[in-house]
């Protein structure tokens, strides 16, 4: 027995609707869209943040706290991230006990170092520390200028122990010395390279002989 061919929508003995879309528009409006206040677009509550973050930074709650727990120290320039997270500057010598205090209190808890890295401004070196706290959802960026004639600043491996093997990078990258640090030596460059090399830093030369360029033949 033959199968009978199935007819197409609008042949003759087929009613089914026949839906026609001229182009994208009608097919989109004839979605259906979520309920009033069920949606909310990821890029449009970005840039609210950020717009927020930029009129006002200083009334950051995290911000605040360190202005009332530390109302001698300038934590200016403060600024945000993109998303609206505290940026501050904290004084080399201060950080140690601005480290411990983000820590222990109760209403901040920043118990996670996420990064720390070195940056070269040429006159100026800086660290930056990347803080988050399992169990919130807040974050902060600390950072900390050094000269380049004393690139010293305490370690934070007491507060943060994950901050040991950044910190080992930033020295071998940038000559930053991180006091107190338990083991700070070279970690990606070779044990045998001298003193007063560090390959991130703008001023370094690389003295290596160069080498022959060779191409190989078509």
Same mark, same amino acid.
């Given at each position: 027995?033959?199968?009978?061919?199935?007819?197409? !929508?609008?042949?003759?003995?087929?009613?089914?609707?026949?839906? &026609?879309?001229?182009?994208?528009?009608?097919?989109?409006?004839?979605?259906?869209?979520?309920?009033?206040?069920?949606?909310?677009?990821?890029?449009?509550?970005?840039?609210?943040?950020? #717009?927020?973050?930029?009129? #006002?930074?200083?009334?950051?709650?995290?911000?605040? *706290?360190?202005?009332?727990?530390?109302?001698?120290?300038?934590?200016?320039? @403060?600024?945000?991230?993109?998303?609206? $997270? !505290?940026?501050?500057?904290?004084?080399?010598?201060?950080?140690?006990?601005?480290?411990?205090?983000? *820590?222990?209190?109760?209403?901040? /808890?920043?118990?996670?170092?996420?990064?720390? $890295?070195?940056?070269?401004?040429?006159?100026?070196?800086?660290?930056?520390?990347?803080?988050?706290?399992?169990?919130?959802?807040?974050?902060?960026?600390?950072?900390?200028? @050094?000269?380049?004639?004393?690139?010293?600043? !305490?370690?934070?491996?007491?507060?943060?122990? /994950?901050?040991?093997?950044? #910190?080992?990078?930033?020295?071998?990258?940038?000559? &930053?010395?991180?006091?107190?640090?338990?083991?700070?030596?070279? &970690?990606?460059?070779?044990?045998?390279?001298?003193?007063?090399?560090?390959?991130?830093?703008?001023?370094?030369?690389? *003295? =290596?002989?160069? =080498? #022959?360029?060779?191409?190989? !033949?078509?």
């Amino acid at each position: 027995m033959a199968e009978r061919s199935e007819a197409a !929508p609008g042949q003759a003995g087929d009613d089914r609707p026949i839906h &026609i879309h001229q182009d994208d528009k009608p097919l989109l409006e004839a979605l259906p869209l979520p309920a009033e206040g069920t949606f909310v677009d990821p890029k449009a509550k970005k840039k609210a943040a950020a #717009e927020g973050a930029a009129e #006002e930074p200083a009334t950051d709650p995290v911000v605040a *706290r360190l202005r009332e727990a530390f109302p001698d120290v300038d934590f200016e320039p @403060v600024a945000a991230t993109a998303d609206g $997270c !505290p940026i501050v500057t904290v004084p080399v010598d201060r950080w140690l006990e601005v480290a411990r205090f983000l *820590r222990d209190d109760p209403q901040l /808890g920043f118990d996670y170092l996420s990064d720390l $890295c070195g940056v070269d401004y040429k006159d100026a070196l800086q660290v930056v520390y990347q803080l988050r706290g399992v169990g919130h959802r807040r974050r902060l960026t600390v950072k900390v200028n @050094v000269g380049k004639d004393h690139p010293e600043v !305490p370690s934070v491996v007491e507060v943060w122990p /994950g901050a040991g093997w950044h #910190e080992r990078e930033a020295f071998d990258m940038f000559g &930053i010395r991180f006091r107190g640090h338990p083991d700070l030596r070279r &970690i990606l460059m070779p044990p045998w390279t001298p003193d007063d090399v560090f390959p991130l830093r703008k001023d370094f030369v690389d *003295r =290596r002989p160069k =080498r #022959e360029r060779k191409v190989r !033949p078509r």
